[in-house]
């Protein structure tokens, strides 16, 4: 069983940075790779960023140049930081954390971009 917590969300205006940060506990031995999802009102969830336990990552189109995903394993944390934020990547941001046998989610955090 793993369990994450995502945190750091928040009001930014347009232009501005926020950093993310998802927390992982319980059976951290079995992630082989964690991502970052994003739900915006009316739409469906999309991926925004992943990252294998070998460093490989993968950026959704939109997001690429601007977002940046990271982990630190010694805290077992991951990491997105923004920058350049738009008002379209207002949204509840998730991550998840994926097993061979399942793939656990956080509640989300709420970022908005707005002036």
């Known amino acids: 069983q793993v369990h994450v917590v995502e945190s750091g969300g928040g009001l930014v205006e347009p232009g501005g940075s926020l950093r993310l940060s998802c927390a992982a506990s319980?059976?951290?031995?079995?992630?082989?790779?964690m991502a970052w999802y994003r739900q915006a009102p009316g739409k469906q969830r999309e991926l925004v960023a992943y990252i294998s336990s070998g460093g490989n990552t993968k950026y959704a189109d939109t997001v690429k140049g601007r977002f940046t995903i990271s982990r630190d394993n010694a805290k077992n944390t991951m990491y997105l930081q923004m920058n350049s934020l738009k008002p379209e990547d207002t949204a509840v941001y998730y991550c998840?954390?994926?097993?061979?046998?399942?793939?656990?989610w956080g509640q989300g955090t709420q970022v908005t971009v707005s002036s």
């Open positions: 319980g059976s951290i031995f079995s992630i082989y790779a």
């Open positions: 998840n954390a994926r097993t061979i046998k399942d793939i656990y």
